[in-house]
């Protein structure tokens, strides 16, 4: 089982680029979510989504946008990056019941210069 | 979600047993405990959860006091591999989106 895949694991982007962060999860979880973890903090949530086209906002949704056309994957754009972005990106899945954990990511890390 | 409150820190000796402890004061009837760890900047990976009863699996053992105001996650033979970060979550299975809110944790250092 491949779990959680995200790409790329690093990238470098200059400040106001843009870029897609994939994740694709091969459990047939209908929840996904994108957490930030800057350094030497806790997980933050930025997007999530209940099932294919449906997304809503967490905590940090600022600067980013979701999409959810499948229940497969769950990629994250940042169109207009910004020093502040710089962090790592957790994508996570999970089925919904109690009884299951959340599934991460390995995680991309993302620096903007 | 209640609130949880971990000690930052912690060390443990190499084969003895960690105890970390975990008080969320303000948890409701509905909601379960979660112990989550992140290994060096890898994805938090899951590791035991319960409700109101003692819980135990192949990573760990987890202790809810009577009144599940505090909690007790017990690696029972510590490794250097444990050295982590460990997350207590207090979550409220809503059946719609069950978020989970990650805190700073306990950063529990394994030593020879």
């Known amino acids: 089982n491949a779990g959680v895949t995200q790409t790329p694991k690093f990238r470098i982007l200059k400040i106001g680029q843009s870029m897609t962060l994939q994740c694709t999860q091969d459990m047939n979880h209908n929840y996904m979510y994108w957490y930030r973890q800057d350094p030497g903090m806790g997980l933050k949530l930025i997007y999530y989504?209940?099932?294919?086209?449906?997304?809503d906002k967490g905590e940090v949704p600022n600067g980013y946008n979701v999409s959810r056309s499948t229940t497969e994957d769950f990629p994250l754009r940042l169109e207009l990056a910004a020093p502040s972005q710089t962090s790592v990106y957790f994508c996570a899945s999970s089925s919904g019941r109690v009884l299951y954990g959340y599934t991460f990511g390995s995680g991309t890390r993302l620096t903007v210069v | 979600d209640a609130k949880t409150t971990q000690p930052p820190s912690m060390d443990c000796a190499e084969g003895r047993a960690a105890n970390l402890p975990c008080n969320h004061s303000t948890i409701s009837g509905n909601e379960y405990v979660y112990w989550y760890r992140q290994i060096h900047s890898q994805g938090p990976q899951y590791i035991i959860h319960g409700l109101k009863n003692n819980e135990t699996n192949e990573m760990a053992s987890l202790i809810i006091t009577e009144d599940r105001k505090s909690s007790t996650l017990i690696l029972p033979h510590a490794t250097l591999r444990d050295t982590a970060v460990y997350y207590c979550?207090?979550?409220?299975?809503?059946?719609?989106?069950?978020?989970?809110?990650f805190g700073t944790g306990t950063r529990l250092q394994v030593t020879l």
């Open positions: 979550i207090v979550r409220v299975d809503t059946g719609t989106a069950s978020k989970l809110t």
């Open positions: 989504s209940v099932g294919a086209g449906i997304t």
